[in-house]
Each structure stands twice: as C-alpha cells, then as structure tokens.
C-alpha cells in the first residue's frame, strides 16, 4: 500500500479462526491498516476486542456490507452456459470446459 495512492475505502473482513497463531496480524494491526483510508476505514463487521474469536462476525459482515451503496451495480448471476460464452469472449483467458 505504501507504493501506490491511498484508498478512499477500505473495508476489512477478518476470518476470526478461534485461535491466536504464531504470525497471526491482530486486530489493531489491521486497524491501522483500514485507517489509511482518505475517506472510509472499517474492520467491516468485526468486534476487534474478541477476534479471533468473534465468530457473529460473518453475520454481522454480511448485514452491513448489504447496506453499502455501490457505484455500479452488481451484473446478475450467469448461468453456465451464458458464462462460458462469456468467458470464450476474450482471448487472453483459456477456457477449457469439462463434461
């Protein structure tokens, strides 16, 4: 992040595993990074007091990333067909489907 301009947003969603490993960032660390964010920094659904072992963070994640406004819309589901055709469309991906 250091080599490129600042986020306006940056949301952070922490997989809370249930144990403090050798290695593991701990919340704060993670803080500090969505708060280098020009306009928004948020551990998105997290209680940082109890991680890693906030496991109703999933649940509350999901409720508030379904509050947040987008600028574009997200496309609707493709089924298979339609995505590969999709996919055959560009020539820089290798699409081989099995049957």
């Excluded at 050798?22 to 708060?35: F, S």
């Amino acid at each position: 992040m250091d080599a490129t301009d600042r986020y306006d947003e940056i949301r952070g969603l922490l997989f809370n595993h249930g144990t403090e490993s050798i290695g593991l960032a701990g919340a704060e660390d993670w803080q500090r990074t969505a708060a280098r964010a020009r306009k928004i920094g948020v551990l998105t659904g997290t209680d940082a007091s109890v991680y890693p072992r906030d496991f109703a963070s999933l649940v509350r994640s999901h409720r508030e990333l379904s509050k947040i406004r987008t600028l574009c819309p997200l496309p609707l589901p493709l089924d298979a067909e339609d995505a590969a055709a999709a996919l055959n469309a560009h020539d820089e991906i290798i699409w081989h489907p099995t049957n």
